[in-house]
C-alpha cells in the first residue's frame, strides 16, 4: 500500500507538472486549442487569446460551435475538427481565414492532429500561427540575425539599432515602442524633430526591425544635393538622355528591396514632387530620359526638421505628397525635453572618447552636470557630442574628473550666453559676483563719507568693529583715497 507522504509526494509532483507545461504553453508563439470527446474547449492559450481577442475564461469548458456560433459564418469546426474527429487523420500546413467578433477578419496556417486513448480519439488539438505574427516573427529573426552578423552590418548600410538609441525618459521609451511596433508593418513613416535629434539613427533601427531587414538601407539629404542632379539621383539615368549621360540605376532602385530614407523631404522642389508621389503609388519608376516602368519594392521613411502640420499648406511640399508619406508620424523630441537621457549621453559619449583618445575619465562634477542640465540644448544630441569631444581634448591621461574648466572657449561663452539670457556661474564663481558687488559697495560708501568709519557704522546700524572686520574681509585697504 502506497504511503500517505509518497501519494501526496506524486500528486505535488504531477501539480507542478501539469502547471509547467501550462506555462510554457502560454510562451510559445502559436495559438493552441485543444477540446475533447464531448467538443469542449479544454486548453486556449495566451497566443490563441491575442489571435482571436477572446478571453480564456470564457472558452474553456464551452462547446466549440457555442463558443465560435455567434460569429457569422463560422464553420472551423464543420471544416475542420470534427472532420479530423471522425476520420483520425491530421489537417497539416492548412491555410484559413475566418471572422472574428469585432468584425474583422484573421488568418492563420495551422494542424490539426488527433490524439488517441485506447486507440480512440479522445481530443482534438489545432496548432497555428496568425499569419501577421508570422510576419513579426520574421522581423525579429531579421533583426536578431543583423546584429549577430557582422557581414550584414557591413552590408545592408543601416548602422543602427534600437539598443543603441538611449533614452531612459518617458518620451524616449514612448517613441521607441511605438517605433518597434510600426516598424514590422510597411507604411510609409515620417519622422520628425529638430537638427540634431537623431532622425537618421531612428530610420535606420526602424529598418534592423523590419521585414526589409536583409536589404539595403539607402539614405539621401534632399537639401544637400542640388536642384538638377536630384532627380537622376533618385530615379536614375538612361542612355543617351542627355549628352555625356551614363545609364545608371537611381536610388530607388538601389534601395529596392530595403528602405529609402529621404531625410529633409520638404527641401525637394516642388517640380520633382509628382514623380515622387507617383513612384510611391505605383511602385514603379522611370529613368530619366526612359520610357520603361521599372518595378521597385521598397519602404519610404522621410523626415523634416519641423513640425509637418507648419508646412502643410504652404507650398513647400504637396499636401497629397505629404499625406502618403505621413501614413505613420513620429516626433522625435528635443534633448531640452527629455533631460533625463542627458547624464545617460553624456556617459555613453565619454566611454567612446575615453577610448578614442586613450583616456580614463570616470567623473563628471557636478558643476560641469549642473551646467548640463540648465543648458536648453539647440543643436540637440549632436551638440551634447560635440561638446563632449571637444572637453576631452582638453583632459590630461592623469585627470579622472571631467569640469567646466574642461569646457573650450565655443562652449563656455555660449553656456553663459544662452539659457533664457542668464548667465551661467558655479556656485564658487556666484559667490565671488557676490564678494564683488559688495566690495563696490563698501567702496563707494567710504568715498561718499570721506572714509569716516564712524559715520559709516551709524547710517548701518552696527558697530565700527563690524565695519572694520567687512573691510578686511573684503580685502579693502582704507588707507587709499582714490577709491
Known sequence: MIKKEVLESQVKALKRENSLLRFALDQIHEGIIITDRDDR????????EETEGMSRRDMLGRKEEEAYGFIPGYDFDQLFTKKVKAEGKPMLNVYHEYSLPHGNKTAIIFDVRPYYEDHEVA????????????????????????????????????????DDIIGESAPMK???GKAKQFAK????????????????????????????????????????????????????????????????????????????????????????????????????????????EIPIHCRIISAVNQDP???????????DLFFRLATIELKIPP?????????YLVWTFIRKYNIKFGLFVEEISPELMDILNRYDWPGNIRELENMVESSLNLVTPRERTLKARHLSDYFSERFARIHRGQPFASREQLQQQLQNYEKSLYEKVLKDHAYNIPAIAKEFGVSRQSVYGHLRKLGIDITRKDL
Request: aromatic residues 6%; glycine residues 10%.
Open 41 to 48: 474547449i479544454v486548453l486556449y492559450n495566451v497566443c490563441a
Open 123 to 162: 481530443a482534438v488539438c489545432t496548432i497555428g500561427r496568425n499569419v501577421n505574427q508570422i510576419k513579426d516573427f520574421i522581423v525579429d529573426t531579421l533583426e536578431t540575425n543583423q546584429k549577430n552578423s557582422d557581414a550584414a552590418k557591413n552590408t545592408n548600410g543601416a548602422k543602427y539599432y534600437f
Open 174 to 176: 514612448e517613441l521607441i
Open 185 to 292: 508593418r510597411e507604411s510609409p513613416i515620417l519622422l520628425y524633430g529638430e537638427t540634431g535629434t537623431g532622425k537618421e539613427l531612428m530610420a535606420s533601427s526602424i529598418h534592423n526591425r523590419s521585414l526589409f531587414a536583409a536589404g539595403p538601407f539607402v539614405a539621401v539629404n534632399c537639401a544637400a544635393i542640388p536642384e538638377t542632379l536630384l532627380e537622376s539621383i533618385l530615379f536614375g539615368v538612361s542612355k543617351g538622355s542627355y549628352t555625356g549621360a551614363v545609364e545608371g540605376p537611381g536610388l530607388f532602385e538601389q534601395a529596392n528591396g530595403g528602405t529609402l530614407f529621404l531625410d529633409e523631404i520638404n527641401s525637394m522642389p516642388l517640380s520633382l514632387q509628382p514623380k515622387l508621389l507617383r513612384a510611391i503609388q505605383e511602385k514603379s519608376v522611370r529613368r530619366v530620359g526612359g520610357n520603361q
Open 309 to 319: 502640420r507648419t508646412v502643410l499648406g504652404t507650398g513647400v511640399i504637396r499636401d
Open 335 to 343: 534633448l531640452r525635453e527629455r533631460k533625463e537621457d542627458i547624464e
